[in-house]
């Protein structure tokens, strides 16, 4: 059990050791969970991208950084980046979700896992510089909440979907990248748990401090940010667990079959650890587990735990996708 100094109101801890969250399980999911996320699926692949590459932004870290924006579900244009080798043909594809802050710039997801690779770094509809949409509150406590009524109108299956048509973006403009990773940290993270199983374009994935894992305990858990939103809200609205039952990560991990690492914090205080764990346990294939001594939190370690799972995604994505 990890412990830090802190404000919080609550322990970011949860009074959890590491044998407890390592038996934090995946709810049940609803009968139909498989068929409504091939469906979701399905419609995303249909979706003409028409991606449009911008010009170039920034070269540094052995790539192009160029803007992009593309066609995703219902109409929506996103934006982003696409990051391209700048020497040479890419090798290997990436796609690339972000946290709930959104993100205004590729930052310090380049440099990329493996060297001559592309990749594409959307902003899903709402979130970032590049994914705001009339309607859609940026804000992650708000944005969380949006068409939280029904499964059908969630926004968070909408940004799925996002992911899904990045990937068709990425393949239109770089052609013959073979499979594909995912990298996703904190919401990417949930985001791309739920998008994976379904899409046999990837190979293998990344989820760092995931999101979204077992709704039915992150209600009981008091935390900060989106989760305590959704918490808030369920106290007025319970009926909202019906619907939060689709949009679990750790019900959707359970039908990963990709190689999957795994980022799991001791102590968070935005995403409560057995969430994040139990998207880890619940995964049924080849998985690698790194432990964070905390998430969404500074402490003096976190420097030197960041470079050792960038070092561990190289080697990771290196046997998974090296060719």
Not at 78 to 101: E, N
Not at 146 to 157: K, L, N, S
Not at 224 to 239: A, I, K, L, Q
Not at 288 to 315: C, I, K, N, T
Request: glycine share 12%.
């Amino acid at each position: 059990m990890a412990s830090f100094a802190h404000d919080f109101p609550f322990d970011p801890s949860y009074g959890c050791e590491l044998d407890e969250l390592l038996s934090t399980s995946a709810p049940e999911a609803p009968g139909d969970f498989a068929a409504f996320w091939q469906a979701e699926y399905e419609r995303a692949r249909k979706v003409d991208t028409a991606p449009e590459l911008g010009p170039v932004e920034e070269e540094r870290d052995g790539v192009r950084v160029h803007g992009v924006t593309y066609s995703s579900v219902g109409g929506i244009r996103v934006g982003g980046w696409v990051a391209l080798p700048s020497d040479g043909p890419a090798r290997h594809g990436f796609v690339i979700g972000h946290g709930y802050g959104g993100r205004d710039r590729p930052g310090p997801d380049v440099p990329l896992p493996l060297p001559r690779s592309a990749a594409i770094l959307p902003c899903v509809r709402g979130m970032g510089t590049r994914g705001l949409r009339s309607g859609i509150p940026e804000a992650a406590v708000g944005h969380v909440l949006h068409g939280i009524g029904a499964r059908d109108t969630y926004v968070i299956g909408g940004c799925v979907a996002d992911l899904w048509c990045a990937a068709s973006a990425l393949a239109e403009l770089v052609p013959d990248l073979g499979r594909l990773g995912y990298l996703g940290e904190s919401f990417g993270g949930g985001l791309g748990a739920l998008a994976l199983p379904w899409d046999d374009r990837f190979a293998a994935a990344q989820l760092t401090v995931p999101t979204f894992g077992n709704h039915s305990l992150r209600l009981t858990l008091q935390s900060v940010g989106s989760g305590e939103s959704v918490r808030e809200h369920h106290r007025d609205h319970p009926e909202v667990t019906g619907v939060l039952r689709y949009f679990d990560a750790a019900s959707a991990a359970a039908r990963l079959r990709i190689p999957t690492l795994v980022a799991a914090a001791l102590f968070d205080p935005a995403v409560p650890p057995p969430g994040q764990f139990a998207v880890y346990n619940a995964l049924p294939g080849v998985r690698e587990l790194q432990v964070l001594s905390a998430g969404h939190f500074p402490y003096e370690e976190l420097d030197a735990q960041v470079e050792a799972l960038r070092v561990s995604r190289r080697r990771f994505f290196g046997e998974w996708l090296g060719r």
